[in-house]
């Protein structure tokens, strides 16, 4: 079966870029989409189709995939922005979630 | 407003059954694909089970295939999870998810609804 892999953890210091992978065979070749769960609260789709950011979603989260990785990029990182972050992907009629990142706003 | 209700979680022995309703508002279910999502205590999320717009079409993941069945009723707007023989593995919260057009992910959750398979 189909797995994605996250970093367990990334810390960032407000105001800097935090970066977030996401690893799978052949992972460029699907479309990988991005979730922020935040404690109580369902999960936020941040990004879809690699770098496509829906309505509402702030300007400084991106997105980005090539060979194996897809990356979440998030800029000026502010404190709401700590959470977890959950990769996703689709293949062979089965949808993947990754293990989840949490990030650490230090 | 797009709204997704889930309701039928619960206490359950295993071996038992559950079914899961989500009641969905605030826009038109029957262009959408659906899914069930869940996230055992301690643990990520797993997609479950999802179905076309007209219901032709249900996938699942392996660990419920021949357990749980997805269905649902476009003309009350909801969505259904028949849960039978369930494992305490199958303990979590099940959340109803909205597919976004042309995507294979969901840009609607409901609240979700617990389900705890224990004796």
């Known amino acids: 079966s189909y797995e994605l892999t996250q970093p367990p953890s990334v810390s960032v210091s407000p105001g800097q870029t935090a970066s977030i992978t996401c690893s799978g065979d052949k992972l460029g070749d699907k479309y990988a989409c991005w979730f922020q769960r935040k404690p109580g609260q369902s999960p936020l789709l941040v990004i879809y189709r690699d770098t496509m950011r829906p309505s509402g979603i702030p300007e400084r989260f991106s997105g980005s995939s090539s060979g194996n990785t897809a990356t979440l990029t998030i800029s000026g990182t502010q404190a709401m922005d700590e959470a977890d972050y959950y990769c996703?992907?689709?293949?062979?009629?089965?949808?993947?979630f990754g293990g989840g990142t949490k990030l650490t706003v230090l | 407003e797009v709204q997704l209700v889930e309701s039928g979680g619960g206490l359950v022995q295993p071996g038992g059954s559950l079914r899961l309703s989500c009641a969905a508002s605030g826009f038109t279910f029957s262009s959408h694909w659906m899914s069930w999502v869940r996230q055992a205590p301690g643990k990520g999320l797993e997609w479950v089970a999802n179905i076309k717009e007209d219901g032709s079409e249900k996938q699942y993941v392996d660990s419920v295939k021949g357990r749980f069945t997805i269905s649902r009723d476009n003309a009350k707007n909801s969505l259904y999870l028949q849960m039978n023989s369930l494992r305490a593995e199958d303990t979590a919260v099940y959340y109803c998810?909205?597919?976004?057009?042309?995507?294979?992910?969901?840009?609607?959750w409901g609240q979700g609804t617990l389900v705890t398979v224990s004796s």
């Open positions: 996703q992907a689709w293949d062979s009629s089965t949808v993947v």
């Open positions: 998810a909205r597919h976004l057009v042309g995507v294979i992910t969901f840009d609607y």
